[in-house]
């Protein structure tokens, strides 16, 4: 069964310190998508971003960055220069492909608390 | 497009009654979620749609829910009874069809609170 862990629950830093989030996922198929998504403290969730299983390329979004390792299962986030905006609950998932649908699992979350 | 509308924004109930939170889709989208969203077990898959018709409700709780969607641009997610243990934010979200796997949409969310 397709799986995804963010092992850290909650994380502070201090505004323009560099942050990373852990994503680790688990899954059988050798075709799937991960995303990132934003949750904050408004309640909608936001989509960041996708990739794709065949896509291994590390992809650069403004301060935004995200580092993809098929190797190690890890689909990581980093955010460089952080602001107190991007205090959030950021969520990892991970969607296979079915027979006729998707699928999309999240994992628990992370938030992040950036203080000015 | 307005985006995935869902409605109400908030709904507070007394145990036992019913309870009916809606979702419209973004127009042209063929996928259709519904998640809830709780501390304990944070933003599980409920049910999904695809082309009106269900793909998988295995995340259901239990028979006291039950999902529609009647036409391509309306679902429903029903609670009978409601139970305080169903307070949580119910998600809708949709995706379209024709690029794989892509990303979900998600509407504002419905808090549901039990009492």
């Known amino acids: 069964a397709q799986k995804v862990t963010q092992a850290q629950t909650e994380i502070s830093v201090v505004e323009k310190e560099d942050v990373t989030l852990d994503c680790v996922y688990e899954?059988?198929?050798?075709?799937?998508?991960l995303f990132w998504y934003k949750q904050p403290p408004s309640g909608e969730l936001v989509f960041l971003i996708r990739r794709n299983s065949f896509d291994e390329q590390n992809e650069i979004s403004g301060r935004y960055s995200w580092n993809f390792q098929k190797s190690t299962s890890s689909f990581n986030f980093t955010i460089t220069a952080s602001q107190v905006v991007d205090s959030a609950v950021y969520f990892c998932?991970?969607?296979?492909?079915?027979?006729?649908?998707?699928?999309?699992?999240f994992g628990p979350g992370t938030r992040l608390s950036v203080l000015p | 497009d307005a985006g995935v509308i869902q409605s109400p924004r908030h709904e507070v109930t007394e145990m036992g009654q019913e309870v009916t939170l809606r979702c419209k889709p973004i127009?042209?989208?063929?996928?259709l979620f519904w998640y809830r969203q709780t501390m304990m077990r944070g933003l599980e898959l409920l049910i999904y749609?695809?082309?009106?018709?269900?793909?998988?409700d295995s995340g259901m709780p239990e028979d006291r829910f039950s999902a529609k969607m009647p036409n391509a641009s309306f679902s429903t997610l029903k609670i009978q009874p409601s139970e305080p243990r169903d307070s949580a934010v119910y998600f809708c979200a949709s995706s379209p069809i024709g690029v794989v796997n892509t990303e979900a949409f998600f509407g504002q969310g419905t808090r549901l609170t039990v009492v």
């Open positions: 749609f695809n082309n009106n018709v269900p793909i998988d």
């Open positions: 998932a991970l969607s296979e492909r079915e027979n006729y649908g998707q699928n999309f699992v």
């Open positions: 127009s042209g989208h063929d996928y």
């Open positions: 899954t059988r198929d050798t075709t799937y998508y």
